[in-house]
């Protein structure tokens, strides 16, 4: 069955870096879009960062600039790369594979960023 895993969640200080991973199987991942969603405390779900299968990509305002969303369709990976980060950032980041009507979920990755 498809499987979303994440990785590379932590604490860091404002003003760091942060890489996520999200590690995809049992599904042909070059085709899917791809996207990383999070969800703080008390607030909706929101969209980061999306990646077509065709390498195109957007981002949410509050992270354009900041966020860099990538894919290594060999790997079966995508990648956040999010770099000058604000306490606001503070979120569980879910990473999302989507095919027409198939929608996958990871299971989440908590990312604090605080002094």
């Known amino acids: 069955q498809v499987q979303l895993v994440e990785s590379g969640g932590g604490l860091v200080q404002p003003g760091g870096s942060l890489r996520l991973s999200c590690a995809a199987s049992?599904?042909?991942?070059?085709?899917?879009?791809m996207g990383w969603y999070r969800q703080a405390p008390g607030k909706e779900r929101e969209l980061v960062a999306g990646i077509t299968s065709g390498g195109s990509t957007n981002y949410a305002d509050s992270v354009k600039g900041r966020f860099t969303i990538s894919r290594d369709n060999a790997k079966k990976v995508v990648y956040l790369r999010m770099d000058s980060l604000k306490p606001e950032d503070t979120a569980v980041y879910y990473c999302?594979?989507?095919?027409?009507?198939?929608?996958?979920w990871g299971q989440g990755t908590q990312v604090t960023v605080s002094s």
């Open positions: 049992g599904m042909t991942f070059r085709l899917y879009v």
């Open positions: 999302n594979a989507e095919l027409g009507i198939k929608d996958y």
